[in-house]
């Protein structure tokens, strides 16, 4: 059984980040449980996260209070990942603004952007060696340009610190704001351009 404390640190905080019926109580749609609980197929198992490439991957992000979409949306894959040294990384806070029932990222008010995140962001991957960076983030509705400024800081940071980097980015839809967000990372195009929803 896993440690509580090999979680991701957000995780231990319910008061401000709602996950589970907690997030997707406001939603009108009810989702009923069915009573019997349907085994997974043994091929959709993966072994618990551990090893020293998965601590020493946690260690960095928690070193540099950095979040990765692997930990804050528990997805099955992360040791894997983590293992390999790579991590998707997820910029600007681990509270998104909306509540999106399939996704596990904790919901409710997010905390100010963090200056010095693109910096840390930088160091990380440079450190870790990527050649190859996916970088995604929350949903920021409560942001002008929905973090696209943001994006681009990163974006220029890691530019800065290892341009032998090649970065792909998952952005959000920025909610009708999407010249504004286009426009602001333009200052600082990606290598490979996505989109999240």
Request: hydrophobic content about 35%.
């Amino acid at each position: 059984m896993r440690d509580k404390t090999d979680n991701a640190p957000s995780r231990g905080q319910p008061d401000t980040h709602q996950r589970g019926r907690d997030k997707v109580s406001r939603i009108p749609v009810k989702v009923e449980p069915t009573t019997e609980v349907v085994r997974k197929p043994s091929w959709i198992r993966a072994r618990a996260p551990s090893g020293a490439g998965v601590s020493r991957i946690k260690q960095i992000l928690r070193q540099r209070q950095l979040s990765s979409v692997c930990e804050e949306a528990q997805c099955p894959n992360l040791g894997e990942c983590f293992s390999h040294g790579t991590a998707t990384f997820m910029i600007m806070g681990d509270i998104c603004t909306r509540r999106c029932p399939f996704c596990d990222v904790a919901h409710g008010k997010p905390q100010p952007l963090d200056a010095n995140e693109p910096r840390q962001l930088a160091e990380a991957i440079g450190e870790m060696a990527l050649r190859y960076v996916v970088i995604t983030s929350v949903d920021r509705d409560d942001l002008r340009d929905g973090g696209a400024a943001h994006f681009a800081a990163c974006i220029g940071a890691v530019r800065e610190h290892t341009p032998q980097t090649t970065i792909e980015v998952l952005v959000p839809d920025f909610r009708g704001r999407m010249d504004i967000a286009l426009d602001a990372l333009g200052t600082f195009p990606p290598d490979v351009f996505n989109h999240n929803l």
